[in-house]
C-alpha cells in the first residue's frame, strides 16, 4: 500500500535513527591515486584556476591526481587503479551529468566525491561538497567512505531521482535547444511552453517490494522515483527517502492539466502533497512505467530517454567520499 509521509514534526526515522546502522569505512593510507573527471567547460576560465589548484594541493598533501576529460579515458584509468588497489577517489568535477558519467563509467566500489561546477549539482549539496579546492583535499585526507543505494532505469545508474512527465519533458526540451553551457535561465521558456503545450499523458506503474510478496500498480500524470532526499530547488518530493533501505520512493501524482501542475507545485512548496488523496507515494524495490504515448523520463536532471522503462534499487551500488558529520548525518556509524 502507498506510504504517506509523516508530517513534518514527526520523529526522524530511516537515516535518522536506524539502530542496525551501517558504519563508515576510512580511507586506506596505501591509496594514493584521485581521478579527476572534468567537465569540458568545469575545466575552462576560472574552473580551470580551480582545478589547477586543487592538483597543486593533492600533490602537496601526498596524493596523486590525474586529470581526465572523456568517459572513456575514465573506464581505462579506473579499472587499472582499481586493480592495483591504488584508487583512492574519482572525482567529478561538473554538474550531475559528470556524476553520472563518473558512477556508470566506474566499477562497484569506487568511491566518488565532488567539486561542484555548471548549472547544479544536487548530489554535492545533499553531501556538503563545494567547489572549493582546500576543502577537496581535506574531505580525501580525512573523509570516510559510504555506501548508499543507487538506482538503475533500464541499465543506466543514478544517484537521485528519475521523473516521467511534465519535468522529464522540460529537460528534454531544455537538452534539444541548448547552445553550450546550460544556465538556469535556460530552463524559463522550454518551462512555460511544457506548461502551456504538454498534454500530460497517462502513465502506468507496477511496483514490487519492499516484501517479496508486495505488489501493486498506479496510475498517474507525473511520476517521481526518488532514491535519494533532493531534487532541484529544493522540492520536497519524498523527503524520507534513503539511500541506505534498498528501496525508491515511488510518488505518483495522479491528475494531468496545467493548472493542476501548478496545484501540485504550490503544495510541493508548502510540504503538503502528500496529504491530497491525488498523491500517493510508496517505497519499492522495482517499478516499471509505460504509457500509450511517446512520454520522455529524466535523471538526475538529464534527458533519460522515453517509455517504456523499469527502475531498479541497486543497494550499496553508489561509494561516496564524506565528511565524518555527513557521515552520521546519513545514518552511518563512525570507525572508532
Same mark, same amino acid.
Not at 10 to 17: K, S
Not at 40 to 59: P, S
Not at 122 to 151: H, I, N, S, W
Given at each position: 500500500?502507498?506510504?504517506?509521509?509523516?508530517?513534518?514534526?514527526?520523529?526522524?526515522?530511516?537515516?535518522?535513527?536506524?539502530?542496525?546502522?551501517?558504519?563508515?569505512?576510512?580511507?586506506?593510507?596505501?591509496?594514493?591515486?584521485?581521478?579527476?573527471?572534468?567537465?569540458?567547460?568545469?575545466?575552462?576560465?576560472?574552473?580551470?584556476?580551480?582545478?589547477?589548484?586543487?592538483?597543486?594541493?593533492?600533490?602537496?598533501?601526498?596524493?596523486?591526481?590525474?586529470?581526465?576529460?572523456?568517459?572513456?579515458?575514465?573506464?581505462?584509468?579506473?579499472?587499472?587503479?582499481?586493480?592495483?588497489?591504488?584508487? *583512492? #577517489?574519482?572525482?567529478?568535477?561538473?554538474? !550531475?551529468?559528470?556524476? %553520472?558519467?563518473?558512477?556508470? /563509467?566506474?566499477? $562497484? =566500489?569506487? +568511491?566518488?566525491?565532488?567539486?561542484?561546477?555548471?548549472?547544479?549539482?544536487?548530489?554535492?549539496?545533499?553531501?556538503?561538497? *563545494? #567547489?572549493?579546492?582546500?576543502?577537496?583535499? !581535506?574531505?580525501?585526507? %580525512?573523509?570516510?567512505?559510504? /555506501?548508499?543505494? $543507487? =538506482?538503475? +532505469?533500464?541499465?543506466?545508474?543514478?544517484?537521485?531521482?528519475?521523473?516521467?512527465?511534465?519535468?522529464?519533458?522540460?529537460?528534454?526540451?531544455?537538452?534539444?535547444?541548448?547552445?553550450?553551457?546550460?544556465?538556469?535561465?535556460?530552463?524559463?521558456?522550454?518551462?512555460?511552453?511544457?506548461?502551456?503545450?504538454?498534454?500530460?499523458?497517462?502513465?502506468?506503474?507496477?511496483?514490487?517490494?519492499?516484501?517479496?510478496?508486495?505488489?501493486?500498480?498506479?496510475?498517474?500524470?507525473?511520476?517521481?522515483?526518488?532514491?535519494?532526499?533532493?531534487?532541484?530547488?529544493?522540492?520536497?518530493?519524498?523527503?524520507?527517502?534513503?539511500?541506505?533501505?534498498?528501496?525508491?520512493?515511488?510518488?505518483?501524482?495522479?491528475?494531468?492539466?496545467?493548472?493542476?501542475?501548478?496545484?501540485?507545485?504550490?503544495?510541493?512548496?508548502?510540504?503538503?502533497?502528500?496529504?491530497?488523496?491525488?498523491?500517493?507515494?510508496?517505497?519499492?524495490?522495482?517499478?516499471?512505467?509505460?504509457?500509450?504515448?511517446?512520454?520522455?523520463?529524466?535523471?538526475?536532471?538529464?534527458?533519460?530517454?522515453?517509455?517504456?522503462?523499469?527502475?531498479?534499487?541497486?543497494?550499496?551500488?553508489?561509494?561516496?567520499?564524506?565528511?565524518?558529520?555527513?557521515?552520521?548525518?546519513?545514518?552511518?556509524?563512525?570507525?572508532?
Amino acid at each position: 500500500m502507498p506510504v504517506p509521509l509523516p508530517p513534518s514534526d514527526a520523529p526522524p526515522t530511516g537515516e535518522q535513527c536506524d539502530s542496525a546502522a551501517p558504519e563508515a569505512t576510512p580511507l586506506g593510507a596505501d591509496r594514493r591515486r584521485v581521478l579527476l573527471l572534468v567537465n569540458r567547460k568545469a575545466g575552462a576560465g576560472r574552473g580551470a584556476r580551480k582545478v589547477a589548484e586543487a592538483e597543486t594541493l593533492l600533490r602537496e598533501s601526498g596524493l596523486d591526481p590525474c586529470r581526465l576529460q572523456t568517459p572513456d579515458e575514465l573506464t581505462e584509468a579506473a579499472a587499472e587503479a582499481m586493480a592495483q588497489q591504488t584508487l *583512492r #577517489a574519482v572525482v567529478a568535477i561538473g554538474g !550531475d551529468g559528470t556524476v %553520472g558519467l563518473a558512477l556508470n /563509467r566506474t566499477p $562497484a =566500489g569506487t +568511491a566518488l566525491a565532488v567539486m561542484p561546477a555548471g548549472t547544479e549539482n544536487l548530489l554535492a549539496k545533499y553531501l556538503e561538497q *563545494r #567547489a572549493r579546492p582546500r576543502e577537496l583535499v !581535506d574531505l580525501l585526507t %580525512g573523509g570516510v567512505e559510504v /555506501r548508499l543505494d $543507487a =538506482g538503475e +532505469a533500464n541499465g543506466r545508474l543514478f544517484a537521485l531521482m528519475i521523473s516521467v512527465g511534465f519535468d522529464a519533458d522540460v529537460v528534454h526540451r531544455v537538452h534539444r535547444s541548448r547552445r553550450g553551457n546550460i544556465t538556469h535561465l535556460a530552463y524559463a521558456k522550454p518551462f512555460f511552453d511544457a506548461l502551456r503545450i504538454y498534454k500530460y499523458p497517462s502513465l502506468r506503474a507496477a511496483w514490487q517490494g519492499p516484501g517479496a510478496d508486495a505488489a501493486g500498480g498506479a496510475t498517474g500524470r507525473w511520476l517521481f522515483g526518488m532514491n535519494l532526499p533532493r531534487y532541484a530547488q529544493g522540492l520536497p518530493i519524498s523527503p524520507e527517502a534513503s539511500g541506505t533501505d534498498g528501496l525508491i520512493d515511488l510518488c505518483v501524482f495522479k491528475r494531468g492539466y496545467a493548472s493542476s501542475a501548478v496545484w501540485y507545485l504550490w503544495n510541493l512548496l508548502r510540504r503538503r502533497h502528500h496529504r491530497l488523496p491525488s498523491v500517493s507515494i510508496t517505497p519499492c524495490r522495482e517499478f516499471s512505467v509505460e504509457s500509450d504515448e511517446k512520454v520522455p523520463y529524466q535523471l538526475d536532471g538529464d534527458p533519460g530517454g522515453f517509455l517504456p522503462v523499469t527502475v531498479r534499487s541497486m543497494p550499496q551500488r553508489l561509494t561516496c567520499i564524506v565528511r565524518p558529520d555527513i557521515a552520521a548525518r546519513l545514518g552511518f556509524r563512525l570507525p572508532s
